[in-house]
């Protein structure tokens, strides 16, 4: 039977079928027994966009003991930053606030070279620039957060080739789907991103790591776990948290950097163009006519505007709530609906691009040498 979707670290497309790739990956589904100890984090893990893991459950039950534990995950610097992006870094964020731990931020720099044909050196490195900005903005704890970009801390290279001796080309080939073409950065990559993933374990010894990220790339994950634990390295297998896509704008199954900007929110963006690409592209599950739509009412199960709220930028549950039966009871139309997000996501990016400004004068204290 022909796949309907395709999800890899390098190409999402088609409509995703979580449940078949809970299967497929071999991942855990997180139950309403570990939600239940997630009541207090951030939205998007109370309000399942995660819906997955590998080991969470130790490393809440590590975490709560007091014990050591650390949280990874990286962004490869293609383009400017996208809500979407904010997915894992938010849950970083808000598992260091509840529980005190070291976050480690590598940039890929390397990654996003060798497989974007259009990015070039200059490029990916004036990009990550702007994006670890835009990382520091979100108000991770300075002296507890540590950025590092592979082009930069070169040192991760002495870290991957351990690893590379210990991946063969067919794990890689069949893992991350590589094709005869592909140049041979990418059959290395993999070896890298490991190093990231294993790098708190190699400067602080072993312990328990969570990476949060998008299903996308848990191929990483996965290969990571299976060298972490031989004889040379000895180290722990790190848990994993995986989240579903942010869907685009037109709700295509991802909002990815290769869209074009209209089915993309940027984090750069301003009121002007917040508002047109709301109220022009943001796929609306409310009735045609406002007449159908009062009668019948919305779905906001299928409405891009009420996701971005649900997930990002609407954090009371009370008003949360309110808003979702109004909009099913016809009450809301989508105009309103819109208006209400294009509010938050103003206020939230006014705050944003504040603290991108300010994080220039910071950028120093995050950064690993
Ligand atoms: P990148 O830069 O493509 O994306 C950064 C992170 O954002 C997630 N993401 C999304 N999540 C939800 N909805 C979306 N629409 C969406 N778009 C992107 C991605 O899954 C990713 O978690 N190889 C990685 C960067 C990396 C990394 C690491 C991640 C380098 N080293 C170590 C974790 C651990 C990448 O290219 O992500």
Redo the contacts with the bound molecule.
């Keep these: 039977m022909k796949k309907e979707f395709t999800v890899t670290?390098w190409e999402v497309s088609g409509n995703v079928d979580y449940e078949r790739l809970i299967k497929e990956f071999g991942v855990t589904l997180i139950d309403a027994n570990m939600r239940y100890k997630l009541v207090k984090t951030h939205p998007l893990l109370r309000r399942g966009?995660y819906f997955s893991h590998r080991d969470f459950d130790l490393w809440l039950e590590r975490a709560e003991k007091g014990k050591k534990i650390s949280v990874?995950?990286?962004?490869?610097?293609?383009d400017k930053m996208?809500i979407?992006?904010l997915?894992?870094?938010l849950v970083a964020k808000s598992l260091q606030e509840q529980f005190d731990c070291e976050v480690f931020i590598?940039?890929?720099d390397d990654?996003?070279f060798y497989v974007k044909e259009e990015v070039t050196f200059e490029k990916v490195l004036a990009y990550a620039q702007d994006n670890i900005l835009d990382i520091i903005a979100l108000g991770f704890k300075r002296g507890k957060t540590y950025i590092f970009e592979d082009f930069v801390y070169t040192n991760i290279y002495t870290y991957a080739a351990q690893i590379a001796k210990r991946i063969t080309y067919s794990t890689s080939k069949a893992v991350f789907g590589l094709k005869p073409e592909d140049n041979v950065g990418w059959s290395f990559y993999p070896a890298?991103?490991a190093a990231?993933?294993l790098f708190p374990q190699f400067l602080r010894g072993k312990h328990l790591s969570v990476?949060?990220?998008?299903?996308?790339?848990d191929p990483?994950i996965r290969v990571t776990r299976d060298i972490s634990t031989h004889k040379d390295f000895q180290f722990e297998k790190p848990a994993a948290l995986h989240?579903?896509?942010?869907?685009?704008l037109d709700g295509g199954a991802?909002?990815?950097?290769s869209d074009t900007t209209s089915k993309v929110i940027y984090l750069s963006d301003n009121l002007e163009e917040v508002k047109k690409k709301i109220n022009k592209y943001a796929f609306s599950g409310g009735k045609d006519t406002i007449e159908d739509h009062r009668k019948h009412g919305g779905n906001p199960d299928i409405d891009v505007s009420f996701q971005y709220l649900r997930y990002l930028f609407e954090p009371d549950d009370q008003k949360l709530g309110k808003i979702e039966s109004d909009y099913r009871s016809g009450k809301l139309l989508t105009s309103e609906l819109k208006s209400i997000l294009i509010e938050k996501i103003f206020l939230f990016l006014k705050e944003h691009q504040k603290r991108k400004e300010q994080a220039k004068r910071n950028v120093e204290k995050f950064i690993l040498k």
């Design positions: 670290p966009l990874i995950t990286g962004r490869g610097p293609s996208h979407g992006h997915v894992p870094f590598p940039i890929s990654e996003k890298m991103q990231h993933i990476v949060p990220v998008a299903i996308d790339q990483f989240s579903k896509f942010m869907p685009s991802k909002m990815s950097a």
